[in-house]
C-alpha cells in the first residue's frame, strides 16, 4: 500500500513560498551531488501526486508538480467539477472537495509507492485527518520573515520519529515518521 508523504522545500523559518506564492529563494545556492541524490531518492519513490488548483489555472500557468519530470497521476483539489487533463504524459484529475477522496484516489494509483502531498493547505488537511505517514523536508537556509507557512495553522499536537537527517552543501535533508 502506498504511504502518503509531505515532501517540500521550506525555510528555516517555516515557509514554502513567499507571499505572492514566489519560490526563487529555492535557487541559486551552492549544491552537492550528495543534495541531488537524496532528492533523487525521494522522487524515485513518488507514484502519484496531490496537490491544490484552481480549476485549471495550476496547469495552465505552468505550475506543473515537479516541474513535470515526475510523470505519475496527479490529483488536483478544486472546488467545481472538471473533466481529467492530459498534458506532456501526465494526467491530472480533478476531485472536488473531498481531500479523502483524493489522498484514496492517489493512493490507488501509486501502488506500493509514494503519494507525495504538495502545498501547505493540503498537507494541513491530511495531517489534521490523519493521512500522512512522513514528512520529507528539505530545509533551505534562508530566512524569508513572511511568506505561505507549511505547517502554520495546524490545531492538534502531532509526535514525530527521526528516520534520516543529512546536510550537504545547500539544504538540511529531514525525514520523519508520523506517530499515530
Known sequence: MAGVIVHATMTVDGFIAEPDGGVDWMFGRPSAPEDDDVVARVVERIGAVVGGANRTQTIDDGEIPYGGMLKVPVFLMTHSEHEPIERDGITYTFVVDDIERAVGMAAQAAGDRWV?????????????????????????????GTGIP??????RHIELERLETSAFASETHLRYRVLR
Open 150 to 155: 507549511l505547517f502554520a495553522g495546524l490545531d
Open 116 to 144: 507525495s502531498l504538495l502545498g501547505g493547505s493540503i498537507s494541513r488537511q491530511c495531517l489534521q485527518l490523519g493521512l500522512v505517514d512522513e514528512l520529507v523536508l528539505d530545509v533551505a537556509p534562508v530566512l524569508l
